[in-house]
C-alpha cells in the first residue's frame, strides 16, 4: 500500500473544489446570523461521517431505497435553491427552530457534505483506493475545520459590507450550482 501523492493532491483538490468551503463563508456566516451559534467541530465531525458511510455504503443505501443518485442530486438542488433565494432576495424561507442542528442541516449537510460532494465521492471511488479518498476527505476536513473555527476573523476582515457584497456573490453561485445540478441530473 504505496502512497501516491499525485493521486493524493489530484483527489484531496477535486474534494476541495466541490466542497468549497471558501466560497461557503457567506452561506455559514448567514446561518450563523439566524442561529446565532454555529459548532465548528460538529459540523466538521458530521460531514466527516456522512462522507465516509457514503463512500462506503452509499450506492448500496440509494440502491436499496430505491433512489439513483440523479435524484439524489435533485434533492440537493433545491435545498441550495432555497438557501441560494434567501441569501439574494433577504427573505428567511427556512426556520431555524433548534440551533443545535444547524450544524447538521444546512452546514454539514447540503453545503459541505452535500449532493455534489457525496456524487464526487460515488465516482472517484472507481478511480482510486479507498484511502487515497479517505486521505483527501480527511485534508478537506482539516481546511473545513479551520475556516468554520476562524468566522469570527474573517466576517470582521470583511465587515458588514463586505459580506454582504460577498452573499449576494455566492449566493447567486449557489444559484447557479443549484441550477446546474437539477439540470445535469433531470
Do not use: C, H
Not at 466541490?18 to 465531525?45: A, Q, Y
Not at 435533485?74 to 441560494?84: E, R
Not at 469570527?152 to 463586505?162: A, F, H, K
Request: proline letters at 2%.
Amino acid at each position: 500500500m504505496s502512497i501516491s501523492f499525485q493521486e493524493l493532491i489530484t483527489v484531496t483538490m477535486v474534494l476541495f473544489a466541490v466542497i468549497d468551503i471558501v466560497g461557503s463563508i457567506p452561506v455559514i456566516l448567514s446561518l450563523k446570523e439566524k442561529s446565532g451559534n454555529i459548532n465548528p467541530l460538529r459540523i466538521t465531525l458530521v460531514s466527516g461521517a456522512i462522507m465516509l458511510v457514503f463512500l462506503f455504503v452509499g450506492q448500496t443505501v440509494l440502491d436499496l431505497i430505491g433512489i439513483d443518485v440523479q435524484s439524489f442530486a435533485v434533492a440537493g438542488a433545491f435545498i441550495l435553491f432555497v438557501i441560494s433565494v434567501e441569501m439574494l432576495l433577504g427573505i428567511k424561507i427556512y426556520k431555524e427552530d433548534n440551533s443545535k442542528t444547524t450544524s447538521i442541516v444546512p452546514i454539514a449537510f447540503p453545503l459541505i457534505a452535500g449532493a455534489g460532494t457525496l456524487t464526487t465521492l460515488l465516482s472517484i471511488r472507481s478511480e482510486y483506493e479507498y484511502y487515497i479518498i479517505i486521505a483527501g476527505i480527511f485534508i478537506n476536513l482539516i481546511v473545513v475545520y479551520v475556516v468554520l473555527r476562524n468566522l469570527y476573523r474573517i466576517e470582521r476582515i470583511l465587515g458588514s459590507g463586505g459580506i454582504n457584497i460577498l452573499r449576494k456573490v455566492f449566493g447567486v453561485i449557489l444559484l447557479a450550482l443549484a441550477v446546474k445540478l437539477f439540470k445535469n441530473n433531470v
